[in-house]
């Protein structure tokens, strides 16, 4: 474990969540701290027994997994099953009965222990709604200064949203949360926003070139609803692989092109709640608090996520 880095991955588990937690466990990179589970796509008792189906998959049971904020900070849930299924994860693992479950422990609670007990060690991850590290950064705000540092899938700076005309899921569910994170300070922190996630599409091909079969078959069943909903807005079959792209990241930095700018988060508008808007031309003159992804290698991004399940 001596030169892996420490992660804790936050997920409302989550079709694509699935797959970022494969990418995660296969790729043998990090020292996985711990799964924290959130309110989100599903509900936070949904997302963690999602997260022990999938950590049974790959026969890694041995990862810690830390039920979390079980509603947004102030708002009521909005559930995705139209997107991710019933289940949430687009009924692969419906009969798996996993003997493994969460572990005693709040989530928010989890994060400030692990990041306080190695200072600037660990790399935070996140591919739902912030509310847990916002719960995190309330009840422990020197908390900013001891983490590596946050990538969290999340918004979109020049593109349209996917749940509103202009807000993304993640900071849909819980724009509180966003905000606060946002306004939180920490000195690396990264948006993977639908800028870039768009442009990653499992598409039938990529699917065809993983060899291990079992990661194949849950995969293809997985995602087949939400292939179904791309291409009923898209006409392409084909789904994007938001969440795998932000754990991604965490291994290769070099994926995305990044720039720096002062990113706000709307919470008080009848129309654009969780909108995300992003000074491009420095107008506001506040300081930059948001690495924000602009390009992504997207052929690179698809030969490291085959290559880490294949392996
Ligand atoms: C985000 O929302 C969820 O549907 C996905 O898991 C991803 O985290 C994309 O907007
Ligand atoms: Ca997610």
Known sequence: ???????????????????????????????????????????????????????????????????????????APHYEHRVHGEDGIGGALKDARPKKTADEGFAP?????????????????????????????????????????????????????????????????????????LEAGFPSLTQVGLDVTRQ????????????????????????SIYRQRYFERNGVWACAMHDPLAVSLAIDKQLVNTQAFHVEVETKSEFCDGQMICDFQHQWGKDRNLQVCMDVDAEGFFDLMIKVLNS
């Open 1 to 75: 474990m001596a030169n892996k880095k420490k992660l804790i991955l936050d997920v409302d588990t989550g079709i694509d969540d699935a797959i970022g937690i494969l990418l995660a466990v296969k790729s043998k990179r990090f020292d996985m701290l711990g799964i924290t589970t959130v309110c989100g796509n599903v509900s936070v008792e949904a997302a963690t027994l999602n997260t022990c189906k999938v950590l049974e998959l790959v026969e890694a049971e041995e990862i810690p997994v830390i039920k979390g904020a079980v509603t947004p900070l102030l708002r």
């Open 109 to 181: 609670d989890f994060i400030i222990d692990q990041v306080l007990k190695y200072p600037k060690q660990v790399t935070l991850v996140l591919t739902g709604p912030l509310t847990n590290l916002a719960l995190a950064v309330k009840k422990c705000p020197e908390l900013i200064h001891h983490v590596k540092e946050v990538i969290f899938m999340g918004g979109v700076v020049q593109g349209q949203g996917n749940v509103t005309p202009v807000a993304e899921f993640n900071t849909y569910a819980d724009p509180e949360a966003a905000k606060l994170v």
């Open 200 to 223: 990653v599409l499992l598409t039938d091909e990529r699917i065809n070139a993983i060899q291990n079969e079992t990661l194949a078959s849950y995969i293809r069943e997985s995602t």
